[in-house]
């Protein structure tokens, strides 16, 4: 059996740190192995080890909350031996990048554990969609993660002016978040992306056809992940990956690459939807009412600058729909909190029959 003392220069290309190594502790008593998980498929997972990468059952530590299943980025406690072998434990997360799940029950599904830098790719060779750009920012930044948004495919964009206004776009609506253009293609962009990602753990985000594929084999320096075409029709991928790996960088750093998400449903990401929209919120600070809706209140700050050109109604478009949508998540799991907003709807609704009458009294 390969003693954990052997995991600080085995594991530490995969982030083990000494603070790992404190949490591993009770676990290295009992025998066990310190392992990062680069991939689960139902139900199992591939582990690496101070002895390499070691194939893992994880049913003992698969609870009913979707939350806490083993997950790619997890730092786990595996049995040396055994026949299946099992994951009996996972360290506390540092991080985790959840969403909703398509399903009618309000559960979160975990997509990546322990990252520093969520990667949002957005391919240029389709219009841009600043309002899903905004949604994958709302999740990373609830995760604990630092996001960059990286505008794939650039090369599909030869003018400099064009693509300059492309950047400024996407910048207006990631404050706080850098904006780079790459294309994986030819090179270009790789190095401030690489640099950037050359510390910590990375994971990978963006649809079908972001190109993200092509963008970890040039991260990784050898093709390593499979990459087909995007349909001519919509620039829509084929899922080309199916699975969440985690892939060690020659530079440094690790990464995490995701399979294309159609839907990104938000999980209880106030928080995150927040620091997306942080010129709304400051903005509301200076409305009459703390709780202004930012509709039909009197002295609404939000709306003052909506009307003088300030505040980009699509960004208040956006943030209302993400807010809202939020708010129904949460309060599928919270009967106090669907009462509450039960009882706002009502009060609105009575100021909005009251300010109705107003008027058609003075139209009397």
Not at 21 to 50: K, M, N, S
Not at 68 to 83: I, K
Not at 135 to 147: D, I, M, N, V
Not at 198 to 203: A, E, I, L, N, P
Request: aromatic letters at 6%; hydrophobic letters at 40%; glycine letters at 10%.
């Amino acid at each position: 059996m390969t003693s954990s003392s052997a995991a600080p220069s085995a594991l530490t290309p995969y982030g083990w740190d000494a603070a790992w190594a404190d949490a591993f502790t009770p676990y290295e008593a009992e025998g066990l192995l310190p392992g990062r998980v680069i991939r689960v498929d139902r139900g199992q997972c591939d582990v690496v080890t101070p002895g390499g990468v070691l194939r893992a059952d994880t049913a003992f530590v698969t609870p009913h909350d979707p939350l806490r299943v083993v997950c790619t980025g997890d730092w786990v406690a595996v049995e040396p031996g055994g026949n299946p072998r099992y994951v009996r434990a996972y360290l506390p997360r540092r991080t985790s990048f959840v969403r909703s799940t398509s399903s009618k029950r309000s559960e979160g599904q975990i997509l990546a554990a322990n990252v520093d830098h969520a990667v949002i790719a957005v391919s240029l060779a389709v219009e841009l969609d600043l309002g899903r750009v905004e949604r994958f920012l709302a999740l990373a930044w609830e995760s604990g993660a630092q996001p960059v948004v990286v505008l794939t495919k650039a090369d599909l964009v030869p003018d400099p002016v064009t693509l300059s206004h492309l950047v400024q776009d996407v910048g207006t609506s990631a404050p706080g978040v850098p904006v780079l253009t790459v294309s994986a293609l030819h090179g270009d962009g790789l190095d401030t992306l690489v640099a950037l990602v050359g510390s910590g753990t990375s994971v990978l985000l963006g649809q079908s056809g972001a190109g993200k594929s092509t963008l970890a084999n040039a991260l990784v320096g050898e093709d390593v992940m499979d990459v087909r075409a995007a349909r001519d029709v919509d620039g829509k991928g084929r899922h080309t990956t199916t699975t969440r790996n985690l892939l060690a960088l020659p530079s440094g750093g690790v990464l995490i690459d995701t399979p294309g998400l159609r839907g990104v449903g938000l999980f209880d990401a106030g928080d995150g939807v927040g620091q997306v929209f942080s010129e709304i919120e400051e903005l509301a600070e200076r409305c009459r009412f703390h709780d202004c809706s930012h509709e039909s209140e009197p002295g609404c700050a939000v709306r003052t600058a909506v009307e003088d050109g300030e505040l980009p109604v699509r960004r208040l478009e956006s943030y209302r729909k993400l807010m809202r949508e939020n708010q129904w998540i949460v309060a599928k799991t919270d009967a106090r909190l669907r009462a509450e907003i039960k009882k706002d709807w009502k009060r609105k609704g009575a100021q909005g029959r009251a300010a109705m009458e107003a008027k058609r009294g003075r139209w009397s």
